[in-house]
């Protein structure tokens, strides 16, 4: 069973502040993803990895940073939350192969005061 | 460029009819489409996908959709709806043609299933 885990169910944080959230999945997927859902506008692309240290930005990277050192981790860097980051955000992974299937953690609510 | 349209926001059925949920899609190339659920408070899961081959494509908890080339659809649908099939539902694209590696989303849509 492929299990993606995310480090925080919810984070309460202010604005100005340097938000971390950790994605790790078990599976040895090259593929890792960050959106961002929000009522009525569904979920969006933030950043997704291919690879170690390898990153492309997605439809909505300003704001955003990420990092990933290791195959199984891929971060999330918020430099200087804004309350309108506040948002739940979902992690994914999913291998190269045929079959495509995207899998996903069980998502980090954040609020930004 | 790809995109996901769901016209509804909401469906809302009675225990034990038929239920459809809409997708209909737009890419350049050949579309992989996806279907995924979302109980309150939790991550996505995964219900089916078509890459090739029959149109209709069965998944997870008795859901199925049909792939219509013509009407570029993918439409969800269940025979008979369960209280517990509420949740909200999310079609989903990518065009193994194009550089782009992610799944495109659509807004999605709050199934209500009444008892």
């Known amino acids: 069973d492929v299990k993606v885990t995310q480090s925080s169910r919810y984070l309460v944080k202010r604005t100005g502040e340097k938000v971390f959230l950790e994605c790790v999945q078990d599976m040895d997927h090259e593929n890792m993803f960050w959106y961002r859902q929000d009522p009525g506008l569904g979920l969006r692309l933030i950043y997704f990895s291919y690879d170690v240290k390898m990153k492309e930005k997605g439809d909505i990277p300003e704001g955003y940073s990420v990092s990933r050192e290791k195959k199984e981790r891929f971060s999330l860097i918020l430099e200087s939350a804004s309350t309108n980051q506040t948002s739940m955000y979902l992690c994914?992974?999913?291998?190269?192969?045929?079959?495509?299937?995207?899998?996903f953690g069980p998502g980090t609510r954040l609020l930004v005061l | 460029a790809q995109s996901v349209a769901q016209p509804e926001d909401q469906v809302n059925v009675a225990e034990g009819n038929p239920l459809t949920v809409k997708c209909t899609y737009s890419v350049s190339g050949n579309p992989y489409l996806f279907w995924y659920v979302q109980y309150p408070n939790r991550g996505l899961q995964f219900l089916l996908k078509y890459i090739t081959g029959d149109n209709l494509v069965k998944g997870s908890y008795g859901f199925e959709a049909e792939f219509n080339k013509s009407q570029t659809s993918f439409h969800l649908k269940k025979p008979s709806a369960l209280v517990s099939d509420s949740a909200l539902y999310f079609c989903a694209v990518r065009v193994m043609d194009t550089g782009r590696r992610a799944l495109t989303f659509g807004s999605g849509t709050r199934l209500q299933v009444q008892p």
């Open positions: 994914a992974s999913r291998t190269g192969g045929v079959q495509e299937t995207q899998y």
